[in-house]
C-alpha cells in the first residue's frame, strides 16, 4: 500500500512543480514537494537517514540540471530562474520528490542495478520531454541529442541515487565514526 501511496505522491509532486512553474507560480509546487515529503520523512523506518538522502538527492539533481543547462540540453522558459544556467528550485525540488520513490516503490530496483540503470535511461528522458509541451523546458535543435544525453545521465543517476541511499543507510545502522570510535 505504501508504494501504491508513494507513486500517487509523487505524481502530486510532480504535477505541483510542472504546472506551478508553467504558470510562474512555483512556490506552489514547492510547498506542495515540502507537504508531500514531510508525511513520508515521518513514517520511514530511519527519519534522519532519509532527511539526509532526500537532501543529498536534492543536491545531485541541482548540481546535475545545473551542469545540464550550462551545457545546452535543455533550456528553463518557465518559472523563477535567476540565473540562466542555475538550475531552478522547482526543478531540484523534483529530484527530492523522486527520493522518496527509491524508498518505497522504486525500492526494489535497489538489489538489480542493470535494470535500475536501464529504467532511469529510459524513464528519465520521457518526464523532460513531457515537460516541453507543458511549456517549462524546451530542447535545442535535435531533441534527439538531448534525449541520448539524459538518457546516459539517467542510466548513470538511478543506480546511483540507490547506492547513496544504501551508503547514508550504513552510516546510520553503524552510527557516526566518532561513536564507533568511542565504543572500541
Avoid at 510532480?14 to 520523512?41: Q, R
Avoid at 545546452?72 to 538550475?87: D, E, K, N, Q, R
Wanted: proline share 5%; glycine share 10%; with cysteine.
Amino acid at each position: 500500500m505504501r508504494s501504491f501511496l508513494s507513486v500517487l505522491a509523487f505524481q502530486a509532486g510532480w504535477w505541483s512543480a510542472i504546472l506551478s512553474a508553467g504558470a510562474n507560480l512555483d512556490f506552489i509546487g514547492w510547498l506542495v514537494i515540502v507537504a508531500v515529503l514531510l508525511p513520508w520523512i515521518r513514517i520511514s523506518e530511519n527519519p534522519r537517514r532519509t532527511v539526509v538522502f532526500v537532501a543529498l538527492a536534492f543536491a545531485v539533481g541541482f548540481i546535475t540540471e545545473s551542469v545540464l543547462i550550462a551545457a545546452g540540453v535543455f533550456g528553463i522558459t518557465s518559472g523563477w530562474h535567476p540565473v540562466a544556467w542555475l538550475c531552478p528550485l522547482w526543478l531540484a525540488m523534483m529530484w527530492a520528490n523522486f527520493a522518496i520513490t527509491l524508498e518505497y516503490c522504486l525500492a526494489w530496483l535497489k538489489k538489480r542495478p542493470v535494470l535500475a540503470a536501464i529504467l532511469g535511461g529510459l524513464g528519465g528522458p520521457g518526464t523532460y520531454y513531457a515537460g516541453q509541451p507543458l511549456g517549462v523546458i524546451t530542447f535545442h535543435d535535435h531533441v534527439w541529442i538531448s534525449m541520448l544525453i539524459l538518457a546516459v545521465v539517467w542510466a548513470v543517476i538511478t543506480p546511483g541515487l540507490f547506492l547513496l541511499r544504501e551508503r547514508i543507510s550504513g552510516f546510520f545502522e553503524s552510527g557516526a565514526p566518532s561513536a564507533r570510535a568511542s565504543a572500541a
